[in-house]
């Protein structure tokens, strides 16, 4: 994928540019003697050093039981001194506060004892990296003396539409790297060293960070565009990332502008993905944010004002909040999913592309299913579907129906529970099983097959903590590991706990979270 220069390249910010032009040797600035620019796509400091986001991801519960970290609270971060002018940024945190710190340390004692017989809590998550650029630049230096008296536990990384053509990479961006700092005059020195030896590499000291670039027109623009405003001064991302100040890593994108890039660039990758040859226009913000509570890890993410060929989210009837029927479904369910107004959604999208729907109500039809507004008799208003054999589904996957029928209920409220009844017998007379059971529950249509358990789901505290604060949401999925990996032949498959997720909808906004929720210390 390449993002391009747009034909008309975004403003210095609200204060203008700086005074006097850009700076041509800012304060902390200490590039090499000139040198013609060097061949584009060989950045390879650049590979170690934002290899940071994930291995950190991994990392940030090593951290919680170090002692070092509780000297580390509080400092900037690293968008206070990158371009207010970004359209993409992602960031590690590594130097919690203290309530995150205690959280990290209470998380960490729910892990499986498995899992954290893996963590060295001395290993410091920075020095395989570090040791890694170093050999990849045959540099003649060590982490332990060079590197680690003075690297910061903050890492952020930002791209935007590069003004100078010097400055781009080949996708038409220009991208710098803030490292954070704790001993400015080391960090010059390691870094100096660097720069002598690398090609590609170039820095200047701000505001306790290293701002570093792949070449001085990188740099320059990037501390120009800085001073002109920062992306925390930016109020877009100030707004969109509001709710993630507590997060160990996040990202944040522009999708409408990095799509106006690519498209300028003849790349259709972004706009394309699946390679159909159909563009899609779209627009909108995203942000996604990695938090660590003491009885869960959560992925967070939000599609902000996102449209695509100018259909927003707004344009779909939102359906009754709440995923509590989930809850409703036996005891023993290993995998369950559910959502509200599926079949107002579906008869909706049917309506708008009956093309795309004709093989599904034809065979629909077959069962006895008039579409569009058969989808109510046949998914009800909310619905839920659990399994509640977890070797059976394996077997199922692997043998293409396995050799008897697969444990599972279907709670569908609102459906026609007639109509559900014939589809039964007709799926049993058709060879594919026993006949399912087919009841009714006040206005929930329960369809049942195989044996289930008697008791809810929504009573077991691994499932409370797994889905809890999903009031708000339409959609949601739940899948227990302990039989998961019981069946592997894990050992303590009772402290893996289990993950979940769910959507929820508010106007032109999309709120989606994923949690793992171990049960170590239960």
């Not at 629909?364 to 619905?383: F, H, K, M, N, Y």
């Not at 006040?442 to 809810?456: A, H, N, P, Y």
């Amino acid at each position: 994928m390449s993002y391009p220069d747009p034909p008309n390249p975004p403003a210095w910010g609200p204060a203008g540019p700086p005074v006097g032009g850009p700076p041509s040797a800012p304060p902390g600035y200490h590039p090499s003697a000139p040198r013609p620019p060097a061949p584009r796509g060989r950045n390879l400091w650049m590979v170690p050093v934002a290899a940071v986001l994930g291995v950190s991801l991994l990392a940030t519960t090593v951290w919680a039981s170090n002692a070092f970290v509780s000297s580390l609270f509080g400092g900037a971060q690293p968008e206070t001194v990158l371009p207010g002018s970004a359209v993409v940024f992602a960031k590690v945190d590594l130097k919690p506060s203290g309530g995150q710190l205690a959280n990290y340390a209470q998380f960490v004692n729910r892990l499986p004892d498995s899992v954290k017989d893996e963590i060295d809590p001395e290993a410091d998550p920075a020095q395989e990296i570090v040791e890694s650029m170093i050999d990849d630049l045959e540099l003649d230096m060590t982490y332990e003396q060079d590197f680690e008296p003075w690297v910061g536990r903050r890492f952020g990384v930002a791209a935007w539409p590069a003004r100078n053509q010097d400055a781009a990479e080949s996708d038409g961006l220009a991208m710098a790297v803030a490292l954070a700092v704790e001993d400015e005059d080391a960090a010059t020195a390691a870094l100096g060293e660097v720069e002598d030896t690398a090609g590609e590499f170039v820095f200047a000291l701000r505001d306790g960070f290293a701002v570093l670039a792949s070449n001085d027109a990188a740099l320059t623009e990037a501390l120009a565009e800085a001073d002109a405003g920062t992306l925390a001064d930016q109020e877009a991302y100030a707004q969109d990332t509001a709710d993630l100040g507590g997060a160990a890593a996040a990202m944040w994108m522009d999708a409408g502008a990095v799509a106006d890039a690519a498209a300028a660039a003849g790349d259709t990758s972004f706009t394309d993905p699946l390679g159909t040859g159909e563009q899609v226009e779209v627009a909108g913000r995203m942000t996604v944010g990695l938090t660590v509570e003491p009885e869960y890890a959560e992925v967070r993410g939000s599609l902000l004002g996102f449209t695509a060929d100018g259909v927003s989210l707004a344009d779909y009837e939102a359906p009754e909040p709440g995923l509590d029927h989930l809850g409703d479904l036996p005891d023993d369910t290993v995998l369950a999913v559910g959502g509200n107004g599926l079949d107002a959604l579906l008869r909706q999208a049917q309506e708008e592309n009956p093309d795309d729907f004709a093989e599904i109500e034809a065979g629909l039809g077959e069962l006895g299913v008039s579409l569009p507004g058969g989808w109510t008799d046949l998914l009800g208003t909310r619905t839920a579907l659990g399994i509640t054999d977890y070797a059976g589904l394996m077997e199922g996957f692997s043998s293409y129906g396995g050799t008897g029928d697969l444990s599972m209920q279907l709670r569908a409220e609102g459906a026609d529970a007639a109509l559900l009844e014939e589809i039964s017998t007709q799926i049993a007379a058709d060879g594919y099983g026993t006949a399912p059971g087919v009841s009714a529950e006040g206005g929930t249509v329960v369809v049942s097959s195989g044996s289930t358990g008697t008791g809810r789901l929504g009573d077991d505290p691994v499932f409370q903590r797994t889905m809890q604060g999903t009031e708000t949401a339409i959609a949601g999925f739940y899948m227990d590991l302990r039989p998961v990996m019981e069946q592997s032949g894990e050992p303590g498959p009772e402290q893996w706990g289990s993950v979940g997720g769910s959507l929820a909808l508010d106007g032109a906004d999309a709120t989606f979270q994923a949690r793992w929720a171990p049960d170590g210390a239960a």
